[in-house]
């Protein structure tokens, strides 16, 4: 089908068409700016809500090692591509189709202007050819009717008897001169209706089909221009999904890599604190100021008499009671909040030992670090000294001794971290061996186990006579001997365990002075120990004080 031949009539119509195909290419390009920004915009708000939820380097690596928490900064990592490949998506859109789209509008709207221009030159010298030709066949009929009108005269003066000669001759003059000039406007006329229907043939099978197939071949390269831009719009979707599949895959893997089971077991490596679970309380018999007469075989919790029956005083139930704990004495750590030691000593053992490998290993790295700093300085003042022309090489001694001085100070850091940490990991293996041998076992205020035979004794033990080694135990834990007294400035209601309630006004015994933590050791008139806050009482030191 041809436009030249189908549509010869059609300009105005083919004339609109073309400009209808170029405003709908031009639509299309503004749709695909409009998905372009769309991709723009989604791909930024991912990486926004990537960034919000994905904390910075450092604080990352400080986050606690869940499988469940490593998994969710993977997953942010794959949504993270992803933006990016949606990116990608709009930049393929922006420059392949979008900005080609655009160029060739452009470029369609000055070849249509040109073929249109085309057609109406022809048009208008086609019309310029008929205006002669009609101007030629008005002149060609007014000539016919002065020649009509002529010989109308001349033969009613010929016809005439009273016309003279004269007037007869005048008038067959005037009809052989209208008669000559009508001949020449039907030549005139002839020729130009002549060359009119010349000009129109090449005009309307010629001129016009050429400049309307020139029309079609333009709007039908628009038509495969945009099935190409079509192509491209789903291409540049297509090209990035294999790289998609490949985040989302990670986010499954990532997802099937929680383990809950490891992150159970972070947790336990986390906040162990190293202690054994304290032993049983043991049973603290209060008849053994009764006298009554013990069978043979019996159990005995008589305390020691001296040989005149008397009970011994250093064996009374108050110097029990000083030596054990309810569930165990909790170590100071727990008792006396402070702040944190450089020796880590205010962390439970377990935690104390992570916190120190923790320190040495970053130590080290220092350390490393400062050791290949010393090396390259070193280097370069070899080749300073090999070649003066390069630079000073005492230049680079201040930095030398400094680098050196660092090593120096990192490796006795090191050495007294490894200290700390050889007394901890010494002082866990004896709990746990301690554990081991036997489970009830009692925490010292230091953070120490105390084996406690006490219930083994009593259980197993048949009476016992005055010098056994049940007594033995008691004489062994003497209760600390007072090293002065103190008033309480301040009320204290001592609900921690291991803490010694107090009231204002009250005086106590010091056993322990403080030891810069805060505490004071003490013990009150009923013979109950613990310690109490130092900024609370009023001490007073003494050598020659009552120790009960």
């Not at 090692?65 to 949606?86: K, M, P, V």
């Not at 491209?232 to 599949?245: C, L, M, Q, R």
């Not at 365990?497 to 056993?511: H, N, S």
Request: hydrophobic share 30%; proline share 4%.
């Amino acid at each position: 089908m041809s436009w030249g031949t189908e549509l010869w009539d059609q300009f105005d119509n083919i004339e609109k068409h073309t400009q209808w195909g170029i405003e709908f290419l031009e639509k299309f390009a503004k749709f695909v700016k409009e998905r372009l920004e769309v991709e723009q915009n989604y791909a930024k708000q991912l990486r926004n809500l990537v960034k919000k939820y994905n904390p910075k380097r450092s604080a990352r690596d400080e986050e606690p090692r869940f499988t469940s928490c490593h998994s969710f900064f993977i997953i942010l990592d794959e949504l993270n591509d992803y933006a990016g490949q949606r990116e990608l998506v709009a930049e393929e859109m922006g420059h392949r189709v979008f900005g080609e789209a655009m160029r060739y509008a452009q470029e369609l709207k000055s070849e249509r202007k040109a073929h249109l221009q085309e057609g109406r030159k022809a048009q208008q010298h086609l019309d310029a050819c008929w205006k002669q030709m009609d101007n030629s066949k008005k002149k060609f009929e007014r000539e016919c009717r002065e020649a009509e009108k002529a010989q109308q005269n001349y033969e009613k003066l010929d016809n005439e008897v009273a016309a003279t000669k004269a007037d007869v001759e005048k008038a067959k003059q005037q009809l052989h001169l209208r008669t000559h000039m009508a001949d020449e406007s039907k030549n005139e006329y002839a020729a130009q209706l002549q060359n009119f229907n010349t000009e129109q043939q090449r005009h309307f099978y010629m001129a016009m089909p050429q400049i309307f197939k020139q029309l079609q071949e333009m709007d039908e390269r628009r038509t495969i221009k945009l099935s190409e831009f079509y192509k491209g719009f789903a291409t540049a979707e297509k090209v990035v999904i294999p790289i998609i599949s490949k985040c989302l895959d990670g986010m499954i893997n990532a997802a099937r890599a929680v383990d809950e089971c490891k992150d159970s077991q972070i947790v336990v490596e986390a906040f162990k604190s190293g202690f054994e679970p304290p032993g049983d309380f043991p049973f603290e018999d209060f008849s053994q100021h009764i006298y009554r007469t013990v069978s043979e075989g019996a159990i005995s919790n008589t305390p020691k008499q001296d040989i005149g029956g008397k009970i011994d005083p250093k064996l009374t139930v108050s110097k029990a009671k000083g030596k054990l704990w309810l569930f165990g004495k909790k170590p100071k750590w727990s008792l006396k909040p402070g702040p944190a030691m450089e020796d880590f000593s205010h962390l439970p053992p377990e935690q104390r030992r992570k916190r120190l490998q923790q320190r040495i290993e970053e130590l080290s790295k220092e350390l490393q670090k400062q050791s290949d700093q010393r090396d390259a300085l070193n280097k370069m003042k070899d080749v300073y000294e090999k070649n003066p022309q390069m630079g000073d090489p005492g230049s680079l001694q201040p930095k030398i001794r400094e680098t050196s001085s660092n090593m120096e100070r990192l490796q006795m850091e090191i050495h007294k971290n490894e200290a700390w940490l050889s007394e901890v990991e010494r002082k866990l293996s004896s709990r746990r061996h301690s554990s081991e041998v036997n489970h009830l076992g009692r925490e010292s205020p230091e953070g120490s186990y105390t084996e406690d035979t006490n219930q083994e004794h009593r259980s197993q033990q048949p009476v016992l006579e005055p010098h056994s080694d049940f007594y033995d135990d008691f004489e062994d834990d003497d209760p600390l001997p007072a090293i002065g007294h103190c008033k309480a400035v301040y009320p204290f209601d001592g609900q921690n365990e291991g803490t010694l309630a107090m009231k204002e006004g009250e005086v106590l015994y010091i056993l322990e002075e403080d030891k810069g933590d805060g505490w004071t050791r003490a013990r009150n008139q009923s013979g109950e120990e613990g310690y109490v806050p130092t900024s609370y009482v009023d001490i007073t030191l003494e050598k020659n004080s009552k120790g009960s």
